[in-house]
């Protein structure tokens, strides 16, 4: 007997089957099926064959495939006894409801185990988020416990999983399927540089703007787990779950974080504005909805530790005259803390510092139109510090291990932590105007410990629910921890350390696969980069900033006339447009000259658009190659301009039209053909802006 049910949301369709009454297994998973199909032959149909060297009935690639039923790849569930005895359990499906997603509940009643697998569908986004719970009669250690585990699609050739490093994150791998397991396992605590919990498998010949992609991203800030896996008999499953032993103590109850998943027809954009619209729609919660997202600078590249109120005051002067409409105090301000080694944890005012509070810098910075920004570091502390000297117990790990910047990390399981960081966070919030905290995470954890995570959610829940004005950005040395899960309490994140504009545009462009422009920071840094060494023109650092949420990171006392101008007039432009393209979609655009990254961002209507498009090195060819764009309609007229046609270099000598005159060519066109940009120089911006004009069979413009 079959049981079968589907979710669809227009674009997709996900066909689960359960049959003779086992855990459920998708046995469909991609475009919209017919709402006539049938689902039990479609099952049927599915079936592979049965050969020699094989068991006489293929076991389920289930929602969690069991070892208790031979299935001969990577179960979905390791636990066992407090006592070390390892179970083997087998599940029957127990019930299953529907409604606008979809519960399954399955139970192992000699082993006392119930597995219970939610899915909910998201039909403006085609987001389909899913989860798995383990329940027991009494407690029990996880060793593993996947989310509900899915299959990858045959006609693929190559996955796409995602690794960094500090001042490198987002960096794409692409990795050929082959027969035996791919694992990707985070073990530092937090969501980390190195292995951010997404992948993208893409159907062979797929592009950016064309074919079909699958993607996955686990929401959860601590250590996870990826596992790919190919089959002999050639069947492949993609599992996601919390990293493996990083629940410590036995539990009634195990939950894994939300699966995210979807499928596109569209490239790797599909994939990626779904992501974007979900994050940024559904996930993130906003203090202010409907205002506009601010011009950020923050003081950190200009003063670093020596902090001097008239200093600071000069340079908010300065920021404002650029446009900046968020001031943010980075470290220093707290404790004794002059340098990186000490005060962590006295998350008090420096009275050397400050001796009159933080009021005349604050109140300073709101005469000028600009809210104002703390930086804290919550879960670290120093060991030189009154707080670790009156409460060593209090940090996580062996006392004599290895520090990560000077520093040690709090144990926020332990509620006396969390409730001794709330008290002093709030006592600055409740005494001071401040809107915006920068959420910094410095090191990496001396042991995965899932209840790590759950209790730096709870502190930040707290401060969230009593302040519910205030933005936080996640920080952790730049993109250390970007998640969904931490998303879901925080605003904003700062993507990476590196204000290396040619760094910057490389790791904003492929982490737009997940992440939209609402949520990224980016700023413009010194003219001389602090962690790269590199020097760049103004007008490409700006630009490259601008691309996302717009910040600046300098110190503004360096600029000069030229620099200032070049930064006014870009940040009036992105000031003119942020509305709209805080919430439009990015695309990242296949660009026939490999020297090249461009993407164009789309307005949620249609009617507008504008492509960045990046040169980060010498072409290899002497003219540009003509640049396609994307999601445009075939039929509709738009009308492009060079938008920064000011920065032009005196090589560039011939007459191609964009150079001196807007342009009106057909969707066809733009996205068939592309747009002929003029020659530059390498570590230089072209942005070009389009407008809708017509559509097919309207005669007005």
Known sequence: MVQTYRLDDGRQSLVLASEDGRIPQVTYWGASLPMEEDL???????????????????????????????????????????????????????????????????????????????????????????????????????????APVLPAPQYSDEMIDVSGRWCGEFQLNRCEWSAGMKVRENRTGRTGHEHFPGLLIPTTGTTNVQGECYGFHYGWSGGHKMIAEELQDGRRQIQFGSMSGSELEPAKRFKTAPLYITYSDTGLNGCGISFQRHLRDKIVTWPKPDAPRPVHYNCWEAVYFDHQVPVLKDIANRAANLGAERFVLDDGWFGSRNDDTTSLGDWTLDPRKYPDGLSPLIQHVHSLGMTFGLWFEPEMVDEDSDTYRRNPQWALGAVDQTLGRQQKVLNMALPDVRDFLYDQISAILRTNEIEYIKWDHNRVLPMADGAQTRGTYALLDRLRSDFPQVEIESCASGGGRIDFGIMARTQRVWLSDSNDALERLRIQHDAALFLPAAVTGSHVGPRVCHTSGRTLDITFRAWVAAQRHLGFEMDPRELDDREIKVLKQVTQWWKDNRDWMNRADI??????????????????????????????????????????????????????????????????????????QDLELSGTYLMRHGITLPWSFPERMWVVEGTRISRKNDATK
């Not at 929602?63 to 070390?84: D, K, M, Q, W, Y």
């Not at 329940?135 to 996880?142: K, S």
């Not at 209507?605 to 090195?617: E, R, Y």
């Not at 003219?623 to 509709?636: F, H, V």
Request: aromatic share 4%.
């Open 587 to 660: 695309l990242r655009l296949d660009s026939a000259d490999t020297a090249v990254i461009a993407e164009q961002q789309m307005a949620n209507d249609g009617k507008q658009f504008v492509v960045f498009a990046g040169k980060v090195t010498t072409s290899s060819q002497i003219s540009p190659r003509p640049l396609r764009l994307a999601a445009l309609e075939l039929d509709a007229t738009y009308r492009i301009s060079l938008r920064n046609r000011d920065e032009l270099s005196e090589l560039s000598r011939g007459d191609s039209a964009l150079k001196t």
């Open 40 to 146: 039990t032959t479609l099952h049927a149909a599915s079936g592979i064959d049965v050969t020699g060297g094989m068991l006489d009935v293929n076991p389920d690639l289930s929602l969690c495939p069991e070892a208790a039923r031979s299935f001969p790849g990577h179960p979905g569930l390791i636990v066992r006894e407090t006592n070390g005895a390892v179970l083997a359990p087998k599940f029957d499906a127990a019930n299953i409801t529907q409604r606008e997603g979809v519960s399954i509940t399955c139970q192992d009643i000699e082993n006392g185990l119930t597995l219970t697998f939610d899915f909910a569908l998201d039909a403006e986004t085609h987001v389909i988020t899913c989860q798995s719970t383990l329940d027991a009669t009494r407690p029990v250690y996880l060793e593993w416990l996947a």
